[in-house]
């Protein structure tokens, strides 16, 4: 092609840039297991938030990068090779691309703000993504300098239907796949004021393989196809069969409506999902930290290590506000009678005859709890609230405890 200023193709180059990381988004949202397996999903999920920020900044740029040039008629290139069109025949849907991007970003940033369901919010994001992918793909075909080469034509297309097909499978081909897998409520009960125990049962198949710590996407009393799921926490065991249970605290939306699900409604899951999971580790212990309901896997994993009479030491630290929203105090406190476990609560409010741990989960509590001999070679699982886990996090690394040795997920759905 002709000579183009250098500022002009850095322009380009910003739209190319920013049209190709919005469609590997709609991948890096699929919740593909043979993507995210070894990352983990909270990772995944993560650098997909830093890709739609970057994304947008690329975007943004693009067209106040060009040098425009006034007119349609410019003697000098009768071929309009180097200069820019101003039809706005070609430009339409690229100014729309640009009006609609920034906002529908923003609003993913903002939703947990706004008082919306989460089904309403994912369903959006997927719809917005889709036309905010086809308007630019009209966009980079029809005013393009170089993406209307046949070779980016081609490019444009396999990425865009690669695109297609990962919304395809996760609105359609997922829920078929639940259809003919499903399971159903075997009990529901009432642990503290606010916690609940769901356990599901599998109906007409064997269940799933997982490991203990992993978590599903959970939907209980809709079809597969209503987008009415959450992400939970496995607490049961690979061991103590193909029941799957649940830790759930009430927060909102369908975890405010536990009270009305009874047994043998139908359920269906997408995953398992995560790598929070002690398998295959060879640490002589575990301390596992919890904050809250983020004991839940870390529940899964002491069951599993009791039913397969695991033989490195561990250690849970449990962190709650009041004693009794603490879950399953006599099946841990079992566990610590059995000599392998420690186990050692903590209480924010505690009550006037409490004896056990005062304050808060933090960098001070773990530090009296645990030896340096333990820092240097032991494994630290965390799950909690995220001001806990950085807390923790940052002293475990100033003790000098490996990066591949301190296991935690972070959850935000933007």
């Given at each position: 092609?002709?000579?183009?200023?250098?500022?002009?193709?850095?322009?380009?180059?910003?739209?190319?840039?920013?049209?190709?990381?919005?469609?590997?988004?709609?991948?890096?949202?699929?919740?593909?297991?043979?993507?995210?397996?070894?990352?983990?999903?909270?990772?995944?999920?993560?650098?997909?938030?830093?890709?739609a920020r970057t994304a947008l900044a690329f975007a943004v740029l693009h067209p106040f990068m060009y040098r425009w040039l006034p007119g349609p008629h410019r003697p000098w290139d009768p071929t309009r090779q180097l200069t820019l069109t101003t039809?706005?025949?070609?430009?339409?849907?690229?100014?729309?691309?640009?009006?609609?991007?920034?906002?529908?970003v923003i609003l993913s940033m903002k939703h947990d703000d706004l008082d919306y369901r989460y089904e309403i919010w994912r369903l959006v994001h997927g719809l917005g993504a889709l036309l905010i992918a086809g308007l630019l793909l009209h966009?980079?075909?029809?005013?393009?300098?170089?993406?209307?080469?046949?070779?980016?034509?081609?490019?444009?297309?396999?990425?865009?239907?690669?695109?297609?097909?990962?919304?395809?499978?996760?609105?359609?081909?997922?829920?078929?796949y639940q259809v003919m897998h499903r399971w159903r409520?075997?009990?529901?009960?009432?642990?503290?004021?606010?916690?609940?125990?769901?356990?599901?049962?599998?109906?007409?198949?064997?269940?799933?393989?997982?490991?203990?710590?992993q978590f599903v996407w959970l939907n209980i009393g809709h079809v597969p196809f209503s987008l009415a799921e959450n992400p939970f926490s496995i607490s049961s065991a690979p061991s103590g069969g193909p029941d799957l249970s649940f830790l759930i605290k009430e927060a909102g939306d369908f975890t405010s409506q536990l009270d009305q699900i009874e047994a043998?409604?139908?359920?269906?899951?997408?995953?398992?999902h995560g790598t929070l999971t002690v398998a295959g580790r060879h640490e002589p212990g575990i301390a596992l930290i919890a904050g809250g309901v983020g004991v839940a896997p870390l529940l899964g994993i002491l069951r599993e290590c009791h039913l397969t009479d695991d033989p490195r030491q561990r250690v849970l630290v449990y962190g709650n506000r009041t004693?009794?929203?603490?879950?399953?105090?006599?099946?841990?406190?079992?566990?610590?009678?059995?000599?392998?476990?420690?186990?050692?609560?903590?209480?924010?409010?505690p009550g006037a005859d409490w004896r056990g741990q005062r304050g808060v989960v933090d960098a001070d509590l773990i530090e009296r709890v645990f030896d340096q001999s333990q820092f240097e070679t032991w494994l630290f699982?965390?799950?909690?609230?995220?001001?806990?886990?950085?807390?923790?996090?940052?002293?475990?690394?100033?003790?000098?405890?490996?990066?591949?040795?301190?296991?935690?997920?972070?959850?935000q759905y933007d």
């Amino acid at each position: 092609m002709a000579p183009r200023s250098f500022r002009n193709d850095i322009a380009s180059g910003l739209g190319l840039l920013a049209f190709a990381m919005i469609l590997a988004e709609f991948v890096l949202s699929g919740r593909f297991r043979s993507g995210s397996g070894g990352l983990g999903l909270d990772i995944t999920i993560r650098f997909h938030q830093l890709m739609a920020r970057t994304a947008l900044a690329f975007a943004v740029l693009h067209p106040f990068m060009y040098r425009w040039l006034p007119g349609p008629h410019r003697p000098w290139d009768p071929t309009r090779q180097l200069t820019l069109t101003t039809d706005f025949s070609e430009l339409v849907t690229g100014i729309l691309a640009f009006l609609l991007l920034p906002g529908f970003v923003i609003l993913s940033m903002k939703h947990d703000d706004l008082d919306y369901r989460y089904e309403i919010w994912r369903l959006v994001h997927g719809l917005g993504a889709l036309l905010i992918a086809g308007l630019l793909l009209h966009h980079a075909l029809n005013a393009g300098r170089y993406s209307a080469d046949p070779v980016m034509v081609w490019m444009w297309g396999a990425m865009t239907a690669v695109a297609g097909f990962s919304l395809f499978a996760v609105y359609c081909l997922k829920p078929a796949y639940q259809v003919m897998h499903r399971w159903r409520v075997a009990a529901i009960d009432r642990l503290t004021p606010h916690q609940w125990a769901v356990t599901i049962t599998p109906d007409g198949h064997s269940g799933v393989p997982y490991k203990a710590g992993q978590f599903v996407w959970l939907n209980i009393g809709h079809v597969p196809f209503s987008l009415a799921e959450n992400p939970f926490s496995i607490s049961s065991a690979p061991s103590g069969g193909p029941d799957l249970s649940f830790l759930i605290k009430e927060a909102g939306d369908f975890t405010s409506q536990l009270d009305q699900i009874e047994a043998g409604e139908k359920a269906y899951i997408d995953g398992p999902h995560g790598t929070l999971t002690v398998a295959g580790r060879h640490e002589p212990g575990i301390a596992l930290i919890a904050g809250g309901v983020g004991v839940a896997p870390l529940l899964g994993i002491l069951r599993e290590c009791h039913l397969t009479d695991d033989p490195r030491q561990r250690v849970l630290v449990y962190g709650n506000r009041t004693e009794d929203q603490i879950v399953c105090r006599e099946e841990t406190e079992a566990f610590a009678r059995s000599g392998k476990t420690r186990v050692i609560h903590v209480l924010r409010e505690p009550g006037a005859d409490w004896r056990g741990q005062r304050g808060v989960v933090d960098a001070d509590l773990i530090e009296r709890v645990f030896d340096q001999s333990q820092f240097e070679t032991w494994l630290f699982v965390l799950c909690g609230p995220p001001k806990m886990m950085t807390s923790v996090e940052e002293l475990l690394t100033s003790k000098g405890v490996a990066a591949p040795r301190i296991l935690s997920e972070r959850f935000q759905y933007d």
